[in-house]
């Protein structure tokens, strides 16, 4: 089991950063690609980036490539979520989660899932 807990979200001008952090409970975390999913008002969860097993690879939806950076500290247990150039599109409840499938931007691949934290991005 692993639980997942999201901090970092909150409201941030067009232009602005924000720095999104996942801590995992558990003994196994270096066991988990981890992923950081989006789901805006009214509309369906989505991809927005994966890294794998040991942080050497990643990979981003079209969205946020360039502009978005995760990164994982399997010392602390910690996957990360540095956005820049927010825009007001990006705003969303992100979620971070944590499953076994290499390049996979399919939720059914995950199999643990944070509460998630808002991040509202104004024009």
């Known amino acids: 089991q692993v639980q997942l807990v999201e901090s970092g979200g909150g409201l941030v001008q067009a232009g602005g950063s924000l720095k999104l952090s996942c801590a995992a409970s558990?003994?196994?975390?270096?066991?988990?690609?981890m992923g950081w999913f989006r789901q805006a008002p009214g509309k369906e969860r989505e991809f927005a980036a994966a890294?794998?097993?040991?942080?050497?690879?990643?990979y981003y939806t079209g969205s946020v490539m360039g502009r978005f950076i995760i990164s994982r500290d399997n010392a602390k247990n910690t996957v990360y979520l540095q956005m820049n150039s927010l825009k007001p599109e990006d705003t969303a409840v992100y979620y971070c989660?944590?499953?076994?499938?290499?390049?996979?931007?399919?939720?059914?691949?995950?199999?643990?899932w944070g509460q998630g934290t808002q991040v509202t991005v104004s024009s």
């Open positions: 989660a944590a499953g076994g499938a290499w390049h996979s931007q399919f939720e059914y691949d995950y199999d643990y």
């Open positions: 558990g003994r196994t975390f270096s066991t988990y690609v």
């Open positions: 890294i794998s097993w040991s942080g050497a690879d990643s």
